[in-house]
């Protein structure tokens, strides 16, 4: 599900100056062939074979028993000594949104956002919809042409694709209405229902 999902995503990307990842060149290989062979991924972050373990942000800045649960499955899958790549985490008995229970309650209102993307995100037969395919392409031009050596300087998935006039630019094209989109929920659940939502965190949950 991963490799399709990836191809689908990354199929259509339009070549851009990235040096956030040093395989990245051996992906936009990888992208241009029919049939991709999982086993292929698995080489996509190395240079000569040798694969790359290191960290960034606050995988490195903060102790391993600092991060959530969520930042240490990370952690583990990215050094490969571990880790879960997939939560079996029921979220159930959500509460009220407008309610005390919920203002207290980190995820609750990001099931409530889960449950209006997924409106427009599946299909009637419960495949993802074209919606789904440019949310993740989304995803990946928003963060991908960030660079370790700029990184004090900001960039990367902070939103800017959406917030700025960066999705008109012509290695963005076929993101205009799925900015549109995320501008629409972050006016929603941002400016109208005053919730404490960025554009950076709601084009980050649809990855």
């Known amino acids: 599900m991963l490799s ?10 339009m070549p851009v100056s990235v040096d956030a990842f040093t395989g990245f060149s051996r992906m936009k290989q990888l992208v241009k062939i029919d049939v991709l062979n999982p086993a292929d991924l698995n080489n996509v972050g190395s240079t000569d074979g040798d694969d790359s373990f290191e960290l960034l942000g606050d995988l490195v800045t ?3 028993s600092d991060l959530t649960p969520v930042g240490r499955d990370i952690t583990d899958l990215l050094m490969r000594t571990g880790g ?6 029921a ?12 203002a207290e309650d980190t995820c609750c209102v990001w099931k409530y956002i889960a449950d209006e993307m997924t409106d427009l995100f599946r299909g009637e037969s419960g495949r993802c919809t074209k919606w789904a395919r440019m949310a993740v392409r989304l995803g990946f ?10 990184a004090s300087e900001g960039g990367g998935a902070d939103g800017s694709i959406c917030l700025t006039d960066e999705y ?3 290695e963005n094209g076929g993101l205009e209405d799925m900015c ?8 929603e659940w941002h400016n109208q ?6 554009m950076a965190d709601l084009i980050r949950y649809v990855q």
Do not use: R
Request: hydrophobic share 45%; aromatic share 10%; glycine share 6%.
């Open 84 to 89: 879960s790549p997939e939560s079996d985490v």
């Open 193 to 198: 229902k005053g919730f404490n939502i960025s």
């Open 141 to 150: 031009h928003d963060a991908g042409a960030w660079s370790k050596a700029t």
């Open 62 to 64: 903060l102790s391993f």
């Open 180 to 187: 549109l989109q995320m501008t629409t929920w972050y006016d």
């Open 168 to 170: 008109t630019l012509p």
């Open 91 to 102: 979220y159930i008995n959500v509460p009220a949104l407008n309610s005390t229970a919920c």
């Open 4 to 13: 399709s999902t990836l191809i689908v995503a990354l199929g259509a990307i």
